[in-house]
């Protein structure tokens, strides 16, 4: 053999990376360990739970202000209602012959059966 010749084994040369498109670390970024998935997992969970409070407090809060509008409508029924039986109580105890007014002369009395332009 020529001593200039030397044979070299694949094993002892060192290879060269094909680098596409500059990825060549694409998959050293997304290596899957016990401790990062436990780690993201538990993120989610916490991410989640926040926003589960934040929805069931906003859902208190409009509870909150549903019922106290309720109870300031039912205030001003109560209102409307003890003015409503004031006219009332005052329009019966009118003397309506004191005022002039005469009472009927017949009485007619409404049939059991009502008809109407329906029927």
Do not use: W
């Not at 401790?35 to 409009?62: H, N, R």
């Not at 007014?101 to 109407?116: G, N, W």
Request: proline fraction near 3%.
């Amino acid at each position: 053999m020529d001593k200039n010749f030397h044979h070299t084994s694949y094993a002892t040369t060192p290879r060269k990376r094909v680098v596409l498109l500059g990825m060549h670390n694409f998959f050293s970024l997304f290596s899957f360990s016990l401790p990062k998935i436990c780690f993201g997992t538990i993120t989610g969970l916490v991410v989640i739970y926040i926003g589960l409070i934040a929805v069931v407090m906003s859902y208190a809060t409009l509870t909150i202000e549903f019922s106290q509008s309720v109870r300031n409508d039912e205030a001003k029924v109560a209102t409307l209602e003890s003015r409503y039986l004031k006219i009332v109580e005052h329009t019966t105890a009118i003397d309506y012959a004191a005022a002039g007014y005469a009472l009927p002369i017949a009485k007619i009395f409404v049939p059991a059966k009502s008809v109407t332009a329906l029927r």
